[in-house]
């Protein structure tokens, strides 16, 4: 459905990716909102914001800055339970993103790590990486500076399959965001595109 700069836009947004409902810069914004992105009920500069929150990114329950906050945290992401500076952390941590177990600078880390997020087994600096890998962020397998690579990458988000400057590529591309297909600069996109969303 007609959208601006939007990627995987399903209902008119402005710049907005995954948009589903109207929405202002809102990637994946399924109920309008601010800057935000994946929100589902207004919020303010949220991400993924199911319930109204300040600065949030996935934030389900009322929070201050916070990312995917399901529990009330300071400067959280995604915290379930309190902590400090966490992200989606489910069990008190120093500076943790969704640490599930006790970490040192850790996001989501499930297995103990070194500045890891969602980090399930061991790794360098990762992110989400439940397999070793380097810089990595949400990398189920080895991968060099990737978030969420499932399979080896280059500079790749949540890449499953080798990719270039991608970001949840699941088949290779330039600078891509979440394309499934090769394409060019594109987000989200399904089928080779040049300047594409």
């Given amino acids: 459905i007609r959208a601006g700069k939007s990627s995987q836009g399903r209902i008119r947004a402005g710049k907005s990716s995954q948009g589903r409902i109207r929405?202002?810069?809102?990637?994946?914004?399924?109920?309008?909102?601010g800057k935000?992105?994946?929100?589902?009920i207004r919020a303010g500069k949220s991400s993924q914001g199911r319930i109204r929150a300040g600065k949030s990114s996935q934030g389900r329950i009322r929070a201050g800055k916070s990312s995917q906050g399901r529990i009330r945290a300071?400067?959280?992401?995604?915290?379930?339970?309190?902590?400090?500076?966490?992200?989606?952390?489910r069990i008190?941590?120093?500076?943790?993103?969704?640490?599930?177990?006790?970490?040192?600078?850790?996001?989501?880390?499930?297995?103990?790590?070194?500045?890891?997020?969602?980090?399930?087994?061991?790794?360098?600096?990762s992110s989400q990486g439940r397999?070793?890998?380097?810089?990595?962020?949400?990398?189920?397998?080895?991968?060099?500076?990737?978030?969420?690579?499932?399979?080896?990458?280059g500079k790749s988000?949540?890449?499953?399959?080798?990719?270039?400057?991608?970001s949840q590529g699941r088949i290779r591309a330039g600078k891509s965001s979440q394309g499934r297909i090769r394409a060019g600069k594109s987000s989200q996109?399904?089928?080779?595109?040049?300047?594409?969303?």
Avoid: D
Avoid at 74 to 89: L, P
Avoid at 131 to 153: L, Y
């Fill in 23 to 33: 929405a202002g810069k809102s990637s994946q914004g399924r109920i309008r909102a």
């Fill in 36 to 40: 935000s992105s994946q929100g589902r």
């Fill in 74 to 89: 300071g400067k959280s992401s995604q915290g379930r339970i309190r902590a400090g500076k966490s992200s989606q952390g």
């Fill in 92 to 125: 008190r941590a120093g500076k943790s993103s969704q640490g599930r177990i006790r970490a040192g600078k850790s996001s989501q880390g499930r297995i103990r790590a070194g500045k890891s997020s969602q980090g399930r087994i061991r790794a360098g600096k």
């Fill in 131 to 153: 397999i070793r890998a380097g810089k990595s962020s949400q990398g189920r397998i080895r991968a060099g500076k990737s978030s969420q690579g499932r399979i080896r990458a």
């Fill in 157 to 166: 988000s949540q890449g499953r399959i080798r990719a270039g400057k991608s």
């Fill in 189 to 197: 996109g399904r089928i080779r595109a040049g300047k594409s969303s």
